[in-house]
């Protein structure tokens, strides 16, 4: 897309945010038209004409989450992906949910919310979603009356509120499990005595919205100056998909810790057995998705071919760059639906590098640390873990190494850095910045013979615990959410933020859920499994897992791409290392669970106040992370609870 085209997208955004605004601030577009005096809005007032009722539209859009906000979207900072500090330039209040502060009084990123709750009390960064679900009903009570509106676009924005209705419940059955069902609008004194339903009945019914709204949608943005960012055909698809592959998976689907949870009518709210067939279904659905996907023009993002500089670049660095560039190239053809609600500029302060120490006043807040167990987790560069690869069996991984021509792309010639940071796969290199390491990007990007290193010591402009404002808990900083055009002049903090559409869903992200899908589906793992995993595998220059496993895994681990459960565990760990960093971990370990074996493992970095880089190598634990089965699913707010007695609380709350 051209530079002119992305500055007339931004123009017609902030025309279209101050509509969403408009409605946000007035308490969502119901709340505020319910409001009495002369010469104000109505119901009827706002389906007059089509102007009015893109605007109410529009203000439905706005409840979507702020996706690349890590102040409000838990996925960001509420795992074990990335560090904070307590001083950090950003609110930490997502951080509070990592470290095991979550509660009933006052839930962080409470969703479970009306418009009634969210002036009463502060969210802590979640989104009255249930006001939301009100405004979908509104809207399609009465879009059939606007006057000056063509049945093709009534049709289409009537298919749109049903998407958006589907995942506003989505999202709500993600975080708390049951919820009630906003079907129609109730009178606001029956609201109050709804009954959560069962997960089997809520995700039939978010299908059967789904179904009904695809027929309608269009199959890609046509009109990209003014529609980037609505709901598609292969954005509804992949929900589906997203949503029956959640029902299918461990947390939903049987789950024995559930199985005794009713609530007051005696009713089970969990399924009671597990049902293989879900896994047929969602591999189904997945498999539409992707059909859709593909005939839309969606692809896997390649940074050679659809760059101006990939061809000036050594293939390394093209590499490094593809999975990068996945996530923050303007409207790639790899996203499927990117969210044009929420500007990326906090997480690129966060992230962005520091080369100078004047950049450390400011504009940069270098605090997105990813812990020493993300940065072991990438395979090496011969496609299998390091614990797994029988070429690193006697490697110290934090003995020190001195940089050379062969690592030159990645790594420094001639300085030190640990043995760690060697030999990593292209997507390490794409996602962490450690010491002594490259960085393609802030103005050097017409070639890579001359690439930023990254000294993150203790005294070094990009180290060190000072300020106490910006500083880098575990040593390690994230590129991967940094686009290359974003810079930070020479001697200066004053960063230029290069805006992108943070990924909700990329086609990766179908792909390796199709594989897991038709892995739990089938009894042994076969050539379709393996098929879309190497193709994630191998934009990556990495071989498939097959040969890779057979070639490069120590004897005991040589036959795991051959059995279910081996297998089961190279698509997670694939998962983690092609879409780390991008709100995907923290539901995917949800819904293994697996959450309560990770997030309770220690958070571990380097001794960010060493100076030289055997002091700064030294090992260090940063917080011990606490899990407990109740955090499994978000607490109801208590005040919730007591304003309706036919609520049962979460199990452990």
């Not at 609110?91 to 002036?119: E, H, L, V």
């Not at 923290?586 to 030289?612: H, Q, S, V």
């Amino acid at each position: 897309m051209s530079h002119f085209n992305y500055l007339y997208i931004m123009k017609r955004y902030i025309f279209q945010s101050i509509l969403i605004i408009l409605c946000i601030y007035f308490g969502s577009c119901n709340d505020y038209l319910d409001i009495v005096p002369d010469n104000t809005l109505t119901v009827d007032h706002a389906f007059k004409s089509r102007y009015e009722a893109e605007g109410y539209l529009y203000g439905i859009y706005g409840f979507l989450p702020s996706f690349a906000d890590p102040t409000a979207n838990p996925a960001l900072m509420g795992g074990d992906e990335v560090w904070y500090i307590e001083r950090g330039t950003v609110n930490k209040r997502m951080w509070d949910i990592a470290k095991g502060f979550q509660g009933t009084n006052a839930p962080m990123a409470d969703y479970w919310a009306s418009y009634a709750d969210s002036k009463r009390y502060n969210l802590n960064g979640g989104l009255a979603l249930f006001t939301a679900l009100r405004d979908c009903n509104i809207f399609l009570e009465n879009i059939g009356k606007v006057i000056d509106l063509g049945e093709d676009e009534r049709l289409q924005w009537t298919a749109e509120v049903k998407f958006l209705k589907a995942y506003f419940h989505f999202w709500l059955l993600r975080m708390y499990g049951p919820i009630p069902l906003i079907k129609t609008n109730l009178p606001i004194d029956e609201e109050g005595w709804m009954y959560r339903e069962p997960i089997d009945d809520i995700v039939e019914y978010i299908v059967t919205l789904l179904d009904e709204a695809i027929p309608e949608l269009p199959e890609r943005v046509d009109d990209v100056t003014l529609y980037l960012g609505r709901t598609t055909q292969p954005v509804a698809l992949a929900v589906k998909a997203q949503i029956l592959t959640l029902a299918a998976s461990p947390l939903l689907n049987g789950n024995p810790d559930y199985l005794s949870f009713k609530d007051k009518r005696g009713v089970h709210l969990f399924p009671q057995e597990y049902d293989s067939k879900k896994w047929e279904k969602a591999a189904s659905a997945l498999k539409d998705a992707i059909d859709a996907a593909h005939s839309a023009g969606n692809k896997l993002f390649d940074f050679k071919a659809e760059t101006i500089y990939g061809n000036r670049l050594n293939e390394k660095t093209n590499l490094a760059m593809n999975v990068r560039g996945a996530v923050t190239e303007r409207w790639n053809n790899e996203i499927i639906w990117g969210a044009s609600n929420s500007g990326t500029g906090n997480l690129q302060r966060m992230c962005h590098p520091m080369f100078f120490v004047t950049q450390n006043s400011g504009g940069l807040y270098k605090s997105y640390a990813p812990p020493l167990h993300i940065v072991e987790q990438f395979y090496t560069k011969n496609g299998v873990p390091i614990e797994e690869d029988k070429e690193w069996v006697n490697t110290q991984i934090y003995d020190l190494r001195t940089g050379d021509e062969n690592h030159k792309f990645y790594i420094k010639e001639g300085q030190r850095t640990m043995n760690l940071h060697f030999d990593r796969e292209a997507r390490f290199y794409g996602s962490i910045i450690f010491d002594e390491g490259t960085y393609y990007g802030n103005g050097r990007i017409d070639t890579d013979n001359n690439l930023w290193v990254t000294k993150l010591k203790g005294g070094d402009p990009g180290g060190g615990m000072a300020p106490p404002e910006r500083y880098l808990s575990t040593g390690y900083q994230c590129k991967k959410l940094v686009h290359y055009l974003t810079s930070v002049p020479d001697n200066n903090s004053s960063i230029s933020i290069y805006e992108y559409a943070f990924p909700i869903i990329r086609l990766a992200d179908l792909y390796l859920m199709y594989a897991e899908a038709l892995n739990e589906s089938k009894n042994v793992p076969d050539a379709q499994v393996y098929e879309y995993i190497d193709r994630v595998r191998n934009r990556s220059g990495l071989e498939g897992v097959v040969a890779s496993w057979e070639k490069y895994a120590v004897a005991e681990s040589s036959n795991k791409p051959n059995t279910k459960e081996g297998m089961r565990e190279i698509i997670q760990r694939e998962r983690m290392n092609e879409l780390a960093f991008e709100g995907i971990r923290f539901w995917d370990l949800r819904r293994w669970k697996l959450a309560k074996e990770y997030m309770n493992r220690p958070i571990k970095g380097l001794n960010i106040a060493g100076e030289t880089a055997s002091e700064f190598s030294r090992i260090q634990t940063v917080y011990q992370l606490k899990f407990e089965d109740k955090d499994y699913l978000w607490p109801i707010r208590q005040s919730v609870m007591l304003r309706n007695n036919n609520l049962v609380q979460n199990p452990g709350w």
